[in-house]
């Protein structure tokens, strides 16, 4: 098992840049396909990026890329959100998950995670 506890939220401008970082609990972190999701309020959770945890692989919704940077450090059990050129409608709550092993196609569903953080807020001023 794993447990997850992100941190970095906060308020910041439109144009800003922001980094979150999810730190997970246990040894076996680096065999983890790790991902970020974010939820607006009264919008469903909603896909950010995965990364994979043997080729580091990594994939963005076509809404963050070119902007939004995932990587891990496995060797700080750390997944982390690069966050830049932020706008308004990536304010939301944002969570971290895993799940061990490969996830394959499914990596940008939630329902393919076992392992949720609590979630960190991210707000955009315009």
């Known amino acids: 098992q794993v447990q997850l506890a992100e941190s970095g939220g906060g308020l910041v401008q439109a144009g800003g840049s922001l980094r979150l970082s999810c730190t997970a609990s246990?040894?076996?972190?680096?065999?983890?396909?790790m991902a970020w999701f974010r939820q607006a309020p009264g919008k469903e959770r909603e896909f950010v990026g995965s990364?994979?945890?043997?080729?580091?692989?990594?994939y963005y919704a076509d809404s963050v890329k070119g902007r939004f940077s995932i990587f891990r450090d496995n060797a700080k059990n750390t997944l982390y959100l690069q966050m830049n050129n932020l706008k308004p409608e990536d304010a939301a709550v944002y969570f971290c998950?895993?799940?061990?092993?490969?996830?394959?196609?499914?990596?940008?569903?939630?329902?393919?995670?076992?392992?949720w953080g609590q979630g960190t807020q991210v707000t955009v001023s315009s």
């Open positions: 998950a895993a799940e061990p092993g490969a996830i394959g196609s499914g990596h940008s569903s939630p329902q393919s995670y076992g392992y």
């Open positions: 990364i994979t945890w043997r080729d580091i692989s990594v």
């Open positions: 246990g040894r076996t972190f680096r065999t983890y396909h």
